[in-house]
């Protein structure tokens, strides 16, 4: 709450107009520190909490020097699909299409959309570690210094770094191409596996790739692919019928599609896919503008699915580990 009042403070710095309204969006756990409610609710089985909805406060609640009268957090979807997910939603109009159309959001969690103006299902999937470097021996966000992106040469291989510098880490979208470089190479088998029996590998500079790397790796592409087999079943349609593929995150940007699909993270091509980058600030920008109930026609046809309680999870998740 403090470090966003003043982020408010000098947006604000030198302007006598007083803000008539502050939107925030954040997942789920975010939203219950900000607002003060009890987050022990989402720390065991069933990992529900009965404060996901809207909360309004003024500025003198949260500690704030009146910048606004009116400050909404706005509501989540479900205990770990938040209202950045939302957000993300509207940005997208995916709510209001006939065809069905698909969001992906690989942040904290890897959270999925899928649906049409008749229906949403989202979930969420523990993908997010390893997309933003948290369990990768070398891995950064998607800032100065990552691999961002690595591209097949003549007998070896080319690393792009966000910044052009020396390389540091790797990110997220760099991961994916490394990952598909490697089976490409025959450098590693359809179970992630160093073939020559290394344990590791260089990419460039200092930056290498490790057999448990690759690994997490294998981790959190099969908890997406599993995710959105599961949905795409529960909506009873095929692949190939969804139209849109919208892709969020902070690495979005940099993401190459092809290797997406060659890792089997997304098993089926569609020709419309959309880089979103921050796809929740984008909506957010849309919340300001807007009423509150505006989020309402989209919670109405929208669907939180636990993907850990279906029945089919496990057997999906380790046949997806494999590439």
């Not at 959270?111 to 021996?137: K, M």
């Not at 097949?152 to 690393?159: A, F, I, S």
């Not at 792009?160 to 510098?165: E, H, L, Q, S």
Request: glycine share 12%; aromatic share 8%.
């Amino acid at each position: 709450r403090e470090k966003i009042g003043k982020m408010v403070d000098l947006m604000v710095a030198g302007r006598n107009e007083r803000l008539e309204k502050i939107i925030l969006v954040g997942n789920t756990v975010m939203q219950h520190f900000f607002c003060g409610l009890d987050i022990r609710p989402l720390s065991f089985f069933p990992f529900e909490s009965p404060d996901l909805g809207a909360r309004r406060y003024l500025t003198t609640e949260l500690g704030w020097e009146g910048q606004s009268r009116n400050v909404i957090f706005y509501p989540s979807i479900g205990s770990f699909v938040g209202s950045d997910i939302l957000a993300g939603i509207m940005a997208t109009g995916m709510h209001e299409l006939e065809e069905y159309s698909m969001l992906i959001d690989l942040g904290t969690n890897g959270e999925i959309v899928i649906g049409n103006r008749d229906g949403l299902l989202c979930a969420s999937t523990a993908a997010g570690p390893a997309f933003e470097g948290a369990r990768i021996s070398m891995g950064m966000l998607a800032t100065t210094g990552a691999i961002s992106s690595v591209d097949p040469v003549p007998e070896n291989w080319k690393c792009r770094v966000i910044g052009n510098g020396h390389p540091r880490g790797i990110c997220g979208s760099g991961l994916i191409d490394a990952v598909a470089v490697l089976l490409d190479r025959g450098i590693i088998n359809e179970y992630g596996q160093f073939i020559s029996g290394e344990e590791q590998v260089t990419l460039a500079g200092p930056v290498v790739l490790t057999q448990k790397d690759i690994q997490e790796f294998q981790l959190a592409k099969a908890a997406i692919a599993t995710g959105m087999e599961i949905l795409i079943r529960k909506l009873g349609i095929r692949a190939d019928e969804i139209t849109n593929v919208y892709i969020a995150g902070a690495f979005g940007s940099y993401i190459n599609m092809d290797n997406v699909i060659s890792t089997g993270m997304l098993g089926f091509r569609t020709g419309n896919v959309r880089k979103l980058g921050n796809a929740a600030l984008m909506g957010a920008k849309m919340f300001l503008f807007s009423d509150l109930s505006l989020t309402d026609n989209i919670l109405e046809i929208t669907s939180h699915v636990n993907l850990e309680s279906e029945p089919c999870f496990q057997d999906l998740f380790v046949d997806h580990m494999r590439f």
